[in-house]
């Protein structure tokens, strides 16, 4: 990132904090914001340049009061795209509409809360509430496309494990999208990375630690449409999905799948280390280079 004797080389744009290098060129299309430029100028990975801009900031990652400055960046984002919405029809590549939302907000349970998640992430994901048909109260997940436009809604049982665990307000073709990937192509950094996990709750952990570039396939097996997507965005896979028998083989086939079309790699988790009770050491252990 030498700018040579140009002193205008690099500029910082105090208003939206993003910067650029005239000089060089050496900021990528989506690492132009303060944890990019942390990370070209240190060498640092995504997870140690949030650490690196907390420290500074005085901000406890580890205390789910605080918020880290791209969380809050990620709110506001969100809270854009709200108004954006609102002010135009529901585009045409939604299966839903928007205002179906507005049914559940408000009427979200303790459910996700009790297992450790902060009310700021299950707000960030527009987690609600219904009750079904047999009167089984649900905790709402709205499921986005790529691009953000609210595809469906995913309804978890909260009384128990019991099926259907998961019902959906409209069905949808698995394919058609990969959970969070509208947040988390947006991640990706200069290598092109992504991580796949298994479910919600999993990229929810995840974020919650700061690591955005995090889809889930919803499952433990891929479809043709969702590798499409994958290889839309990026050149390196992750492959973490739950350390039992149904995602140790699921992680054979997705890899099978996706292994045309980008570098793969697997995270081979022990017996009860779900990526949905990750913590920041655990963080440090299997994603070292992340």
Request: aromatic content about 8%.
């Amino acid at each position: 990132m030498n700018g040579g004797h140009n002193c205008t080389a690099l500029r910082f744009n105090l208003k939206n904090r993003t910067w650029c290098c005239y000089t060089r060129h050496c900021e990528g299309d989506k690492d132009r914001d303060l944890i990019g430029l942390v990370q070209k100028t240190t060498g640092k990975s995504f997870t140690e340049s949030v650490q690196f801009l907390a420290d500074m900031a005085g901000i406890d990652l580890t205390n789910s009061n605080q918020l880290s400055a791209e969380f809050v960046k990620l709110q506001q984002q969100q809270e854009m795209r709200k108004e954006i919405q609102q002010s135009k029809r529901t585009p045409a590549t939604s299966t839903v509409p928007e205002e179906a939302l507005l049914e559940f907000e408000g009427r979200r349970s303790s459910y996700f809360s009790d297992r450790g998640f902060a009310e700021e992430l299950l707000d960030f994901y527009e987690v609600g509430g219904t009750v079904d048909s047999k009167g089984i109260h649900r905790e709402t997940i709205p499921v986005r496309n790529e691009d953000g436009n609210l595809l469906t809604v995913s309804m978890r049982r909260t009384d128990s494990n019991a099926d259907p665990k998961y019902i959906l307000l409209k069905n949808v073709p698995k394919g058609n999208t990969l959970y969070n990937l509208h947040v988390a192509k947006h991640y990706a950094g200069e290598n092109r990375t992504i991580i796949l996990v298994e479910g919600f709750v999993d990229v929810w952990a995840l974020c919650g630690l700061g690591v955005y570039n995090v889809v889930a396939i919803m499952g433990t097996d891929i479809v043709p449409n969702q590798a499409r997507l994958i290889w839309k965005y990026v050149e390196n896979v992750v492959v973490m999905l739950d350390p039992d028998t149904a995602g140790r083989e699921g992680a054979v086939r997705v890899v099978k799948m996706l292994e045309k079309g980008a570098a793969m790699s697997v995270v081979n988790l022990p017996d009860g280390k779900d990526p949905k009770y990750f913590t920041r050491e655990d963080l440090e252990i299997y994603f070292g280079g992340i």
